[in-house]
């Protein structure tokens, strides 16, 4: 390591070597404000559940152990997080001192740092959570707060100091006096503690107060009261340590995450043309020197490379995207693209498809888990579904792949350098051979031998001076 790395570092940790501390964080709560059926924390930002936004920032901050304390809509939180925590049931819903406290049986040999965080502040992130751990070891306290300067501190518990700034207690909103009311820093509900005394307080609580429930928040006034050291440390921007109790602040959350992902993606060299209609998810990958036009909305874990061109009116969901892809009027969802593509506009690419390079699919298309081999077209109004193309293939307007008989899907295979005339069925299972073209308007319910040609439509016949008789019937 070099030395300005070494110093760096060293700046990082506080000198104090690594962070390791148990995090806990608190999910059980319904969300009563949000009007939903959907545990509060499952709501999504960024195309990511809340807690898991928790959850990451916990873990990339160092910690050790992630518990989590569910309760509301437990089982959809658990299938959601699945193994990236440790869980507890809080059966009854009484407070957040009371969630806290239903860990410490799963904590009963640990003597040391807990971090508690809310599973409702999805904006947080992993170096703030890293300074409130080294701040809190540094000062060697038993409680550190993390605080914020709200412009509207308005629902969050306030946090009162003495004439010299010290902390002293923190009272909630419903029973705070009007003086109280008037203090812009508030209690962000993300702490450290040591373990030992956090438990022996949490047991001493109680619900006397405006809403009947046990408050973590007690725990402070009554270390202070004890002697204990409770130090404070400020987030620099308050707006990481938002906390979700409506669908109004589940949209502002929304809004800020999504202008951060844009402005970073913008720094790594991505055009975007109109910030307020590109939708850009969390994971989202995108490689310098890429173009978004409006109407873009990019989710899961898409991917695009290079060079590539993306919208106006394109939505790619899992998709993987190459180098060089010019895209637009399009939603593909579970598909790959490789590069040198051209697709849209309208096009419907449906999950499996994968497209290989110098391919070129527009102009209402839809295609279904179908490979489509390199250079190969498929260029109007058509359907392709099941099916394994070679290189090089033509596929004229019109074109059907009739993939399902009512009761199976069955696949059409269509080798390189094939031809298929304009309003083609291929009535799967079916082939068409190497370099074999089919005639236009033909049913093909038989395999098309390489190099032949397939016709299989009524043959022509013209009725002469059909028109004049007519008339002249008339
Ligand atoms: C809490 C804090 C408040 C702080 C605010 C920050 C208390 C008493 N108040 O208030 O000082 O400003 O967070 O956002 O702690 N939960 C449980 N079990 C329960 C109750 C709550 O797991 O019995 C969970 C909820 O699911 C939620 C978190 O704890 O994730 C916070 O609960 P919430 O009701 O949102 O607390 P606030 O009123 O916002
Ligand atoms: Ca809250």
């Given at each position: 390591?070099?030395k ?83 869980y ?51 000062a ?15 629902g ?84 990481k ?35 307020n ?83 070129k699919?527009?102009n ?14 498929i ?28 009761t199976?899907?069955?696949?059409t295979?269509?080798?390189d ?56 019937r008339?």
């Amino acid at each position: 390591m070099s030395k300005s790395k070494m110093f760096e570092s060293t700046l990082k940790t506080g000198g104090s070597g690594m962070a390791d501390f148990v995090a806990i964080v608190l999910a059980a709560g319904k969300g009563t404000r949000m009007k939903s059926t959907l545990p509060k924390v499952l709501h999504e930002v960024g195309g990511k559940p809340m807690v898991k936004h928790v959850l990451d920032a916990a873990k990339a901050s160092g910690s050790t152990r992630n518990i989590l304390v569910i309760g509301f809509g437990g089982e959809r939180v658990r299938e959601v997080v699945g193994s990236d925590a440790e869980y507890k049931v809080q059966v009854e819903q009484l407070g957040t001192g009371h969630a806290v406290l239903e860990t410490r049986d799963m904590l009963a040999d640990y003597d040391g740092t807990v971090m508690v965080l809310c599973g409702d502040t999805p904006l947080l992130d992993e170096k703030l959570l890293t300074k409130l751990f080294f701040e809190h070891r540094n000062a060697g306290a038993q409680a550190t707060v993390l605080t914020a300067i709200m412009p509207n501190p308005n629902g969050y518990g306030r946090v009162i100091r003495d004439q010299t700034g010290r902390v002293v207690k923190i009272v909630e909103q419903k029973d705070a006096t009007p003086d109280e009311l008037l203090v812009c820093e508030i209690n962000t509900g993300i702490y450290c503690f040591e373990s030992k005394t956090l438990f022996s307080l949490l047991s001493g609580i109680t619900c006397d107060n405006a809403q009947g429930e046990y408050y973590l928040t007690d725990v402070i006034g009554m270390m202070v009261c004890g002697g204990g050291k409770v130090w404070a440390v400020a987030a620099d921007d308050y707006q990481k340590t938002m906390g979700i109790n409506s669908r109004a602040q589940l949209a502002e959350a929304e809004g800020i995450l999504r202008q951060h992902k844009l402005t970073r993606l913008m720094d790594s060299g991505v055009t975007i043309m109109d910030l307020n209609s590109t939708f850009i998810d969390e994971e989202v990958n995108i490689a310098p020197d890429v173009i978004i036009y409006p109407f873009t909305w990019l989710e899961g874990k898409t991917t695009i490379g290079t060079g590539s061109v993306i919208g106006p009116n394109v939505r790619f969901t899992d998709t993987v995207v190459g180098e060089n892809v010019t895209v637009h009027f399009t939603y593909a969802h579970q598909c790959r693209l490789c590069n040198n593509i051209t697709v849209g506009p309208y096009v419907h690419l449906r999950p499996g498809t994968v497209l290989a390079d110098n391919v070129k699919v527009g102009n209402f298309v839809e295609v279904k888990n179908t490979n489509v081999g390199i250079g190969s077209k498929i260029p109007h109004l058509s359907y392709v579904g099941d099916t394994d193309m070679g290189a090089r293939v033509n596929i004229g307007s019109g074109t059907i792949t009739v993939n399902y008989d009512g009761t199976h899907k069955h696949r059409t295979i269509i080798e390189d350098d094939a031809f298929i005339g304009c309003n083609t069925n291929l009535v799967a299972p079916v082939s068409v051979g190497k370099g074999a073209y089919v005639a236009a308007g033909s049913t093909i319910t038989k395999n098309v031998p390489s190099e032949a040609l397939g016709v299989a439509r009524a043959r022509q016949n013209n009725i002469a001076d059909w028109t004049t008789k007519h008339k002249g019937r008339k």
